[in-house]
């Protein structure tokens, strides 16, 4: 991971680099389908009532996206201020981990004698299936991560890195991560070109299917 972090470095700051300049085109972007979206409908030739209708409809759920956008925002700057507590976590961490012979032997020593032994097995299995389990993890983060990035590389996708190195990191979160992923990354290629974003979609598809149920049981197992 290190080694890919600095080889990879140089041109995901270039990217980063392009996405910022290139945000506002991006806005314009949307505007520009926007318009041409209503033109569209409006050659259909829909009745006046109707057509108001779909506006109001449109213009309430952009407020209340817009609402859920400021919500949210509100609230992560709110768990911002928990983040110094995170600090902890390192050094429990390591404290943990230097003295986690003394602490199961302390745990195993309270315990009767006649259960001591079977105490021991059960820490040692415990240790071995939480080893295990994360090892699974991050082999699947950086597998995902790598095949994203090479999928939108091989796509066309400008940002085949960020999105990349996005997709690995949210690997982590069951679900909810690669939903994110897959938002972004569609959203930014149908920006780009339309037919990108489908290919797109249709990649991360056929990505989903085959880690959830044939790579990942087998990492897992």
């Given at each position: 991971i290190g080694a890919g972090?600095?080889?990879?470095?140089?041109?995901?700051?270039?990217?980063?680099?392009?996405?910022?300049?290139?945000?506002?085109?991006?806005?314009?972007?949307?505007?520009?389908?926007?318009?041409?979206?209503?033109r569209y409908y409006e050659r259909l030739r829909i009745p006046t009532e109707l057509r108001n209708s779909i506006d109001q409809s449109v213009l309430g759920a952009g407020d209340a996206a817009a609402a859920y956008a400021r919500g949210s925002l509100v609230t992560v700057v709110g768990m911002l201020a928990d983040v110094p507590w995170l600090v902890?976590?390192?050094?429990?961490?390591?404290?943990?981990?230097?003295?986690?012979?003394?602490?199961?032997?302390?745990?195993?020593m309270a315990l009767p004698h006649r259960v001591q032994l079977r105490g021991h097995r059960l820490f040692e299995d415990l240790n071995a299936t939480l080893a295990a389990y994360i090892r699974a993890q991050l082999i699947a983060c950086v597998l995902v991560g790598t095949l994203c990035g090479v999928g939108f590389a091989l796509l066309g996708n400008p940002y085949a890195i960020?999105?990349?190195?996005?997709?690995?990191?949210?690997?982590?979160?069951?679900?909810?991560?690669?939903?994110?992923?897959?938002?972004?990354?569609?959203?930014?290629?149908?920006?780009?070109?339309?037919?990108?974003?489908?290919?797109?979609?249709?990649?991360?598809?056929?990505?989903?299917?085959?880690?959830d149920y044939v790579i990942y049981p087998r990492l897992l197992g």
């Open positions: 972090a600095v080889i990879l470095w140089p041109s995901g700051a270039r990217q980063l680099d392009q996405a910022r300049i290139n945000a506002p085109m991006y806005t314009e972007s949307f505007h520009a389908w926007e318009h041409g979206w209503t902890l976590v390192p050094v429990l961490a390591f404290l943990l981990l230097k003295d986690a012979a003394a602490i199961r032997r302390t745990f195993l960020l999105l990349g190195v996005l997709a690995a990191v949210l690997e982590f979160i069951p679900l909810i991560g690669p939903l994110v992923v897959a938002v972004v990354a569609v959203g930014i290629a149908t920006l780009h070109a339309p037919v990108l974003g489908l290919w797109t979609a249709l990649f991360l598809i056929m990505l989903r299917a085959v880690e």
